[in-house]
C-alpha cells in the first residue's frame, strides 16, 4: 500500500486502482489526455460562479461609470468621461475624496498601534484568560450592525454615557461633548467606533505572527550578541512580516470601503464631514437612483485598493521566500 | 590595616551579614515579576474596559426602564430591577423573529452553496496537482481585495433584472462571492492536512477518485465542514452593505437591518429595544465565533506562516 503511495499523486488514480499497469494500458490515448485535463473541473463551478457574480458586475460597474444609467429613465446614453468630470469638479467629492483618506489612514494606524499593545496583553498565560478573552474578542466578533447600535447610543447627544460618567466625575461640563454634532468631533467618533471594532482582529493578528517565530531564531540572535532592538528589526519582524501585512490588508480594505460605520452613526456627518466614497455612492447611487455617477463614485476606490494590493503581492511573495 | 584592605573587611562583614536569598537577587527578581505582573493586569483592566464597557452598557440599556434611561439626574451604572419589556416588546410587536429566521436561513443556504462550489475546487487545489494550483488559490483569496464597495451599484442594477431585487433569493445568490474564497481557502488546507494513504488505499480497492472522496475523505472532514459551516454563518451575519442596498420589505429583512431601520418609528429611538436586538442576535453568533477564532486566524494566515 506504501509503495503505491509514492506514485498516486496525479488523479490519473487510473494507476492506483491497478495497482501496477494494468488498466491504463487499456486505455485510449485522448481518454487519458481528457482524464487529465478534466481535473480542472472541479475548479469550475467556484471559477465561474465568481466570474459571473464578482467579475461580470465590476465590469458592469466601469461600463455604467460612462453612461447616465439611472433607475428612473429607461434609455441609457453612453457620456463617456462625463461622469468624472463632474465629479472631480465637485467640491463636496473632493472633501469626501479627503475624508476616505483621514479616515482610512487614521483608523489603520490607531488600529495598529493599539491593537499592538492589546496583543502584549494576550500573550502571556493568565487565570480566567479565556473569559477575558471573549470579552476582549467582542468588538469583532458580534457582527458590526449590532454592535454599533451601542454606539450609536454612546454617542446620543442627551443620553451619552460617556458623558455622564465624566460630568459625575467633574471632568466634563453640562451639556458635555457632542460626538457627532461637529464635522470633526464625528470624523473622531467615526474613527474610534472602527477602532473599538477592529483591535481585537489586529491583536490576534500581532499574536499569530508572534508566535509563528522559532524560538531557536531568536536564541541565536541572542547567543550572536544582538541587543533587542536588532532583535526585534533584523530577526522577528522580517519572519513576521508575512502576517502582519496579511492583516493590514485585510484591515485597510475594511477601513477604506466600509459604510456601516458612516451610515449608522453619522450618515455622511455634519456638513459632509464625515462623507466617505463609498457612503457618497450610496446616496448617488442607490438613494437617488443615479447608478453611471453611483458607479463613477466608487471606481475611485481603486487607487486606494490598488495600493492595498501592492502590499498583499509583497506579503505574499515574502512568505515565499520564507519558505524557501 | 590599609585603606583597602579595612573596605575589603567591612564589605565582607557586610556580605555575610545579608541572608542568602537576597545575595541570590531574589528580591530584586521577585520585585520584578510582581512588578510585572502588575503592569499586566493593569493592562488587562484596561483592555477589558475599552472592549466590554461598551457591551455592558448595551445589556444594561436592554434591561433598564424608560425612566431610568431617560433621566440624566438619577443615572447609575447598574440598576435593579431589571424589566424585560424591551424584549417582550421586540418578540410581540416587531418582526424580530422574523428577521432572525430570514438570517439563519440565509447563512444556512450560503453554507450549502458554499460548501457544494467549494469542496470539489478545494480537493481539487489540495490532492490533484493541478499547475499553477498555489497561484489558482491565491487569486481566490485576493478577491477579497474587489470588496463590496465596488460591486453593490451594478449588482443590484443586475438583481433587479433578475427580479431578484428586494428578496432573500437576492442575498443568497451574492453572499458566496463572500464565503467561497475563504472557506476554499479552509478547505484547501485542511484537505492537504489529511494523510493520504487513506485514500490511496480506498482508490486501491477499486473506488476511484471520486468513490475516494466520498467514502473517506469527507467523513473524515466533518470539522473542516463544520468549521466553513460556522464562517458561513460568521461572515454572512456581519454584511450591511448588501441587504441595505438590496432589500427594502421589512420581513424580508436580516436582523442586522431589521434592528437598525425597524425599531427607530418616527423620530423616536427605541433604544431598550434596540439593544436587546442588537445582543439576542449578536451575543450567540459571537459566543459560537470565539470558539472557533484560533481556525479562523490559521486559516487566514496559513500560506504565510510556512
Not at chain 1, 485522448?30 to 466570474?51: E, H, I, S
Not at chain 1, 461637529?182 to 499569530?208: E, G, K, L, T, Y
Not at chain 2, 493586569?41 to 475599552?50: C, K, Q
Not at chain 2, 469542496?119 to 490532492?127: D, E, K, V
Request: glycine letters at 8%.
Amino acid at each position: 500500500m506504501t509503495a503505491d503511495a509514492g506514485r498516486i499523486g496525479t488523479a490519473g488514480s487510473v494507476r492506483a486502482a491497478a495497482g501496477g499497469r494494468g488498466r491504463q494500458g487499456g486505455k485510449p490515448a485522448w481518454r487519458r489526455a481528457l482524464y487529465g485535463k478534466a481535473r480542472y473541473l472541479t475548479l469550475a463551478p467556484a471559477t465561474l460562479y465568481m466570474a459571473a457574480i464578482l467579475g461580470v458586475p465590476l465590469v458592469l460597474a466601469i461600463w455604467y461609470s460612462l453612461t447616465d444609467i439611472n433607475t428612473s429613465t429607461y434609455a441609457v446614453r453612453f457620456v463617456g468621461l462625463q461622469n468624472f468630470i463632474s465629479l472631480v469638479g465637485n467640491p463636496a467629492f473632493i472633501q469626501a475624496l479627503i475624508n476616505t483618506a483621514i479616515y482610512g489612514g487614521a483608523s489603520t494606524v490607531f488600529t495598529a498601534l493599539v491593537g499592538t499593545a492589546m496583543a502584549f496583553v494576550l500573550l502571556p498565560s493568565y487565570r480566567g484568560k479565556p473569559v477575558i478573552r471573549f470579552i476582549m474578542m467582542l468588538p469583532w466578533t458580534i457582527p458590526i450592525p449590532l454592535s454599533l447600535v451601542g454606539w450609536q447610543w454612546i454617542f446620543q447627544p442627551q443620553f451619552s454615557v460617556i458623558n455622564w460618567i465624566a460630568q459625575q466625575m467633574g471632568v466634563m461640563s453640562s451639556p458635555g461633548v457632542q460626538w457627532l454634532g461637529f464635522p470633526d468631533n464625528a470624523m473622531a467618533s467615526i474613527i474610534m467606533a472602527n477602532v473599538w471594532h477592529n483591535i481585537p482582529f489586529a491583536a490576534i493578528i500581532f499574536v499569530a505572527a508572534v508566535i509563528g517565530i522559532p524560538a531557536e531564531l531568536i536564541e541565536a540572535a541572542k547567543v550572536d550578541g544582538a541587543g533587542w532592538w536588532r532583535r526585534l528589526t533584523r530577526v522577528m519582524l522580517p519572519v513576521a512580516a508575512p502576517i502582519l501585512l496579511l492583516g493590514l490588508v485585510f484591515n485597510m480594505v475594511f477601513n477604506f470601503t466600509d459604510l456601516t460605520i458612516v451610515y449608522l452613526l453619522t450618515q455622511g456627518g455634519p456638513a459632509g464631514g464625515t462623507e466617505i466614497l463609498s457612503y457618497d455612492a450610496f446616496q448617488v447611487g442607490i438613494q437617488d437612483g443615479n447608478l453611471g455617477e453611483g458607479a463613477a463614485i466608487t471606481l475611485f476606490l481603486l487607487p486606494f485598493l490598488a495600493f492595498i494590493s501592492f502590499l498583499f503581492l509583497r506579503a505574499i511573495r515574502r512568505s515565499r521566500l520564507a519558505m524557501s | 590595616m590599609t585603606m583597602a584592605t579595612r573596605q575589603a573587611t567591612s564589605a565582607a562583614a557586610r556580605t555575610a551579614a545579608t541572608p542568602a536569598w537576597h545575595r541570590a537577587g531574589m528580591g530584586r527578581r521577585l520585585a520584578e515579576r510582581v512588578g510585572r505582573r502588575t503592569v499586566l493586569w493593569l493592562g488587562i483592566a484596561v483592555f477589558v474596559v475599552i472592549t466590554g464597557f461598551p457591551v455592558y452598557w448595551m445589556i444594561i440599556t436592554a434591561l433598564m426602564t424608560n425612566q431610568q434611561l431617560y433621566n440624566p439626574t438619577s443615572f447609575r451604572l447598574w440598576d435593579l430591577p431589571f424589566v424585560f419589556n424591551h424584549v417582550t416588546y421586540l418578540f410581540t410587536q416587531t418582526q424580530y423573529l422574523r428577521w432572525l429566521g430570514n438570517t439563519y436561513l440565509i447563512g444556512a443556504v450560503d453554507a450549502a452553496v458554499t460548501l457544494a462550489i467549494g469542496i470539489p475546487a478545494a480537493y481539487g487545489l489540495a490532492r490533484m496537482r493541478l499547475r499553477g494550483a498555489q497561484t489558482i488559490a491565491v487569486l481566490l483569496f485576493m478577491t477579497y481585495l474587489i470588496s463590496p464597495s465596488l460591486l453593490f451599484i451594478p449588482l443590484s442594477k443586475v438583481l433587479a433584472t433578475l427580479g431578484l431585487i428586494n428578496s432573500d433569493w437576492g442575498l443568497m445568490l451574492v453572499y458566496p462571492t463572500i464565503t467561497i474564497p475563504f472557506c476554499t481557502w479552509l478547505l484547501t488546507g485542511f484537505f492537504a492536512s489529511l494523510p493520504k494513504d487513506l485514500e490511496d488505499a480506498a482508490k486501491v480497492d477499486g473506488c476511484g477518485t471520486w468513490g475516494a472522496v466520498w467514502r473517506v475523505v469527507l467523513p473524515l472532514s466533518q470539522a473542516g465542514i463544520l468549521t466553513v459551516v460556522i464562517f458561513a454563518f460568521t461572515l454572512t451575519m456581519q454584511d450591511f452593505i448588501y441587504m441595505l442596498s438590496f432589500i427594502s420589505s421589512s420581513q424580508l429583512m436580516p436582523v442586522n437591518l431589521g434592528v437598525v431601520t425597524q425599531l427607530i418609528r418616527g423620530d423616536i429611538f427605541y433604544w431598550g429595544s434596540l439593544m436587546a436586538g442588537a445582543l439576542i442576535a449578536g451575543l450567540p453568533i459571537a459566543i459560537i465565533y470565539n470558539m472557533f477564532l484560533d481556525k479562523f486566524v490559521s486559516g487566514l494566515t496559513r500560506g504565510a506562516i510556512k
